[in-house]
């Protein structure tokens, strides 16, 4: 015959057990997430290192501290004409400067403009000013 205080305590032990595995387990899930996703980044960085000069990796450090967007857009930009073939010989840091005028012309010919004339509207702020 069984205690059963000691059945209690072993069914609450068994429970924190399952617990503590099934948090193991998102751990481990997490972690090679978390693995996969640093192989893939040094991956990268080992392409754009055969690729690019020192001065034109400096610049795009440099552009990755400013504006992380459009250097993370060049970035995969240089890896994916890497890995096409595209680019035979490192690059420079005047072939970067001319590959970021290229995608900053075609970021400014995407972005709408709004323009708002108030002279064509006749909303004067000062008319309305009158005591």
Same mark, same amino acid.
């Given at each position: $015959?069984?205690?059963?205080?000691?059945?209690? @305590? *072993?069914?609450?032990?068994?429970? %924190? =057990?399952?617990? %503590?595995?099934?948090?193991?387990?998102?751990?481990?899930?997490?972690?090679?997430?978390?693995? #996969?996703?640093? !192989?893939?980044?040094?991956?990268?960085? /080992?392409? &754009? @290192? %055969?690729? $690019?000069?020192? !001065?034109? *990796?400096?610049?795009?450090?440099?552009? =990755?501290?400013?504006?992380?967007?459009?250097?993370? =857009?060049?970035?995969? $930009?240089?890896? *994916? $004409? !890497? #890995?096409?073939?595209? @680019?035979?010989?490192?690059?420079?840091?005047?072939?970067? @400067?001319?590959?970021?005028?290229?995608?900053? /012309?075609?970021?400014?010919?995407?972005?709408?403009?709004?323009?708002?004339?108030?002279? *064509?509207?006749? &909303?004067?702020?000062?008319?309305?000013?009158?005591?």
């Amino acid at each position: $015959m069984a205690d059963p205080e000691l059945d209690e @305590i *072993r069914k609450q032990r068994l429970a %924190q =057990m399952q617990s %503590q595995y099934k948090g193991d387990g998102n751990q481990n899930a997490q972690e090679q997430k978390e693995e #996969q996703a640093r !192989a893939q980044e040094d991956a990268k960085n /080992s392409i &754009l @290192i %055969q690729i $690019m000069d020192q !001065a034109a *990796r400096a610049r795009l450090n440099t552009l =990755m501290l400013t504006k992380p967007e459009k250097g993370k =857009m060049v970035e995969n $930009m240089l890896v *994916r $004409m !890497a #890995q096409s073939g595209q @680019i035979c010989t490192k690059i420079g840091e005047t072939e970067l @400067i001319g590959l970021l005028e290229n995608v900053n /012309s075609q970021l400014s010919q995407n972005k709408p403009s709004v323009k708002f004339d108030r002279r *064509r509207a006749a &909303l004067d702020s000062d008319d309305e000013l009158d005591f």
